[in-house]
């Protein structure tokens, strides 16, 4: 058989090149196969699954107490609000309400949990635009948030520090006190954030216009959290439907309508200074009360469906528990932010320059273990 | 013989002499160069290590760390042993790559930067060769760096490394033309490419004084340009780390890595030693005409520390650029280029030459 010689033109020849798993800028193991043409971004596709450890499945065999743990492996930068989460779906299927200084002191943690990831979004997001000294400004800020992790829960990223009905442990006796002097602490120094990047030309002009989603458009694709509200999509889970102490505390719901990378980061930036708010509402008045409801040492949901979401530093994280009763779930879905988010990663980046691409992964703040879970 | 500090000429001499009447002077000549070759050698060594070591802290200092502090005092020899461990590293060798150029690469980014170093004034006298056209032999010189690039991102058999290389030698030929333009201007000024001569004028008043305006506006520039084209600070778009790992350079290990890496901070003190001879006098000590008593204090100070005082000083300036700034793209880089500066520069050339004319300098 005679093999015919395929012709290709060389100005139609793509030039593919993996980014990744192995690349500093993907921000862990995700592989991005991008099809360039010159300098300019043709297609991406991102390959996803290197960091797969089946956590849905293995939930399948855990009691609920254990699937707690598993959580934090997910969105790690969010440990504590996807503990949250699970927490919140058992309870709400258990109908239990749980004491009131548990409301606020979860909500305390969440938002410092908030506020210890957007420190590390700016951190890495400066890196990837090549502004090394950025890493350092965000990782020493955050080294505080936690510190104060630390002195409660015991771990400082994997905090595990929710069960189903209450927390762990009662806060550190000196948490209010530490809470309150970061506050005062960060206040002061968030000013040099806008300084050193949010100011700078090269910066803006990197960031303004680029990977530009409709409102339309983030809507489609389901794009929540900040990388949403930044196309202006109201998708404030808090807002929407509060749990926890939320409905007790007044805040503001960063929208933006621009939909750039410029525009993502800056819902970021605000986002933290609103955290901030957050916590100084509810510091003060955390009720006296035990730190945790009632609970039976086997929990076992009954029959039926469960859904609550809640919003991380990334967007909605939902989690689905299905039960039949015993004390494993019979299946359980969590709708992870970060892959919903990276979804519409070709869309943004082609016809943009690998630069852009960096700089548009970089603003959806992806955090790959919970792409693949 | 009669030896000093504040003028090298009859140390030299000497040796010239010495040489001479000892031998024949074309082995005479033979032993100076070679003699030369060594000083340089051994200056490009301690000037490279030291670079290295001085960015770390400067980059500390700008991060809030304290940077190097185990090996030897305050961290002094920490990039010896950087050295010694690289020294060590095994050279991986690439598959289907180009072996010869591959290994050549190195070689010519750091040989084009050798030969820059030759043309450089140092002190009165300290001038291994003092060419009537040195100001264009040392823009001819340092542009050679970049066919080293080109060779190392082509020859690694890597898309990363060619990418990297094709956005050095876009940017390295463009920032040249700046570069060249804003070292006109003062070679309109000074009337001279001689760079021994250029020092000289600068007796009473540097060149970025006297020419004032321009001479400002062409500091600026050639500030700019020569950091991008030794690319560093936000114009390394040629490694890119966030975006190509290391671009050009990805595929070199051990001591051909050194060699990019050395060469890197040569070419960062090259630049700014060509800024500081052309712009701020060179080894000239800070004078004023009339001032007596302030000159004599300033004179006291042996002009090779002036030298790499005001090299240091400019080299500080180019660290706090890289340490603070985000990247550029490719496209922002080569507009700011071809649509700024380019013009800016020749309309400043003009401006010069008509201030020259009218003498409106001082």
Known sequence: MEVKEKKVGLENEEYIINMGPQHPSTHGVLRLVVALKGEIVQRVEPHIGYIHRGIEKMCENLTYQQIIHLTDRMDYLSAHINNEAVCLTVEKALEIEVPERVKYIRTIMSELTRIQSHQLFWATFGMDLGGLTCFFYGLRDREKVLDIFEESCGGRMIVSYNTPGGLMNDIHPNFQNRVKEFLKYFRGVIHEYDDLLTGNVIFQERSKGMGVMTKEEAIAWGLTGPTGRASGFSCDIRKHNPYSAYDKVAFREILYTEGDVFHRYLARMEEMRESMNIIDQLIDNIPEGPYTAKMKPVIKLPEGEYFQSVETARGELGVFIVSDGNKNPYRVKFRSPNFVNLAPLNLMARGSKIADLVAIGGSLDLIIPDIDR | ?362
């Open chain 2, 1 to 362: 013989m009669e030896f000093s500090i504040y003028d090298f000429s009859s140390f030299t001499a000497w040796i010239d002499q010495s040489l001479r009447a000892a031998m024949s002077p074309g082995l005479a000549v033979a032993i100076e160069m070679l003699i030369i070759g060594v000083a340089i050698l051994i200056f490009y060594a301690i000037v490279g290590l030291f670079l290295v070591y001085a960015e770390r802290k400067v980059c500390a200092l700008m991060q809030n760390r304290l940077g190097p502090n185990r090996v030897g005092p305050g961290g002094m020899f920490q990039t010896i042993a950087d050295l010694v461990k690289l020294l060590f590293v095994e050279l991986v060798p690439i598959k289907n790559a180009d072996k010869i150029l591959f290994s050549l690469a190195p070689y010519i980014v750091i040989i084009a930067s050798f030969m820059a170093m030759g043309a450089l004034p140092f002190a009165k006298g300290l001038h291994a060769i003092d060419l009537n056209i040195g100001v264009f032999y040392l823009m001819a010189v340092s542009s050679m760096g970049v066919v080293g690039v080109l060779l190392a991102g082509w020859a690694s058999n890597n898309k990363y490394s060619l990418i990297g290389a094709m956005r050095s030698g876009a940017q390295i030929v463009s920032y040249e033309l700046s570069v060249g333009m804003s070292l006109v201007t003062i070679v309109v000024l000074a009337g001279t490419m001689q760079l021994s001569e250029i020092v000289q004028a600068q007796q009473y008043g540097w060149f970025i004084f006297r020419g004032h305006i321009p001479a400002l506006i062409a500091f600026i520039i050639f500030i700019v340009a020569s950091t991008a084209e030794t690319n560093r600070g936000p114009f390394d778009l040629a490694e890119a780390e966030s975006e190509l790992t290391a671009g050009f350079h990805t595929e070199y290990s051990g001591i051909r890595f050194a060699f990019f890496f050395l060469a890197e901070y040569i070419n960062m003190f090259i630049v700014a030693a060509i800024a500081t001879t052309v712009f701020f006098g060179g080894w000239m000590p800070f004078n004023v005409y009339g001032w007596e008593g302030f000159n004599k204090v300033m004179n006291f100070i042996p002009p090779f520390i002036w030298f790499l005082g005001k090299t240091g000083a400019l080299i500080f300036l180019i660290m706090w650029f890289k340490w603070t700034f985000p990247r550029l793209r490719i496209d922002q880089l080569l507009t700011l280029e071809w649509k700024y500066f380019l013009p800016i520069n020749i309309i400043n050339v003009l401006i010069m030459a008509l201030i020259v004319l009218l003498g409106w300098h001082w």
